[in-house]
């Protein structure tokens, strides 16, 4: 007969509170999943003068336009190639190569931004979002995406909408006439920027935001023109994350991701990129605490339980300092009394006459219930003003 004994465990239930109205850049991770010809397998990369892999020029581009442009910290890039036609270019081979090249990085677990520049159709969008909800829903790593112009109704995934992108560039050229001798002469060229290869921007941009930030009013890197949406109010409801031109640059719409249905103990604030990627962080911060510290490393005791608490909630304090978690609303920590009961129920334990303190203090095996509510700090993305003024 078999025992009730499993894996350790350590699983996180996310619940919208029904009555409630160190920075990103040292964390942030892109990851490139990417079809080339010359490299296969997985690749990590902490510096751009580390990448001395014989990487095709378009997807060399990308790595260093994450590292160059954007500052990202980490870049990993799961590359395959299936066709044996060494002359066809990697772009036109995703198809076949994306499932193994995502497959790389099944259960890796990141706390980052996925992106497949090179994959155009509906059907290999279907594919790499499916894996993201996947990687989300069944193993709890809080792995993000973004796509372009694919609606995936995903708190984890960005529709990234905004198209016919230009980038006007400087160019000095230096002539040599009887009227202008050696002058450098200032032209423009204005180039093409592929709404597909952008992403690998948008997610940079989101890897590098300070706790204080969103991407919304964000200044576009690399584009000095976009389309420009008829209904912008509209898109935004929809779930898509664009470009406009606000009369002075290139910014960012509202910071939001694809997710359009609620589900039953969420909220509306599951919408934002930005509330979502501070859960991400607090559940992969609270992740490695747990499995470097505690998990079948110290003994299972109330005071043990308590001595958790408290570390937790000093880990709590300091994200309201550095912005992530509101300062005027104390976010704490504590030991999950109602789960705790739940438990010696199942055991055979009535808990109906204990005191709270007494179901904290009984024993419960190698099981630690913990309670963690946050007061996420928004930034300010809305403003109006009242003038007034006499004559």
Known sequence: MSTSNTMSKLTFSLEALVNSVSTRAERGTLLIVIDDKNVQGLYTYKKLKKVTDNWESVNKAYISTAFSTYGVKTVIVASAHVDAD????????ITKSLPTALALLNKVYENGWLVTPQVTSDSDKIIVTNFIKTQRSDEDYPLKGVVFNHA???????NF???NLENTITTNTTVN???????NVSGTTVESVSSNSYIVDVASYLCTLGGN????NHTAKNVTSCDIKTDEDTCVSNGQLFLYNNGSNIVFSRGVNSKQTIGTNESEALTKI??????DMVKSDLREMFYNNYIGKIGNSYANRKTLVAVLNTYLKGLSTQGYLSN???SYCELDIDSTKTYLEAQGTDTDDMADSDVLKAKIDTHV???VKLYIMDVVEDISIVLQYET
């Not at 060494?86 to 081979?93: E, H, M």
């Not at 930005?274 to 859960?279: D, K, L, M, Q, T």
Request: proline share 0%; glycine share 8%; no cysteine.
């Open 86 to 93: 060494s002359t066809v270019n990697g772009a036109d081979n």
């Open 152 to 158: 995936s109704d995903s708190e984890g995934i960005v």
């Open 161 to 163: 909408t905004a198209s």
């Open 177 to 183: 006439t009887a009227t202008v001798d050696g002058s």
């Open 213 to 216: 930030e969103s991407i919304t």
């Open 274 to 279: 930005r509330v979502v990627e501070v859960i």
């Open 328 to 330: 005027d609303s104390t």
């Open 369 to 371: 219930f913990i309670k």
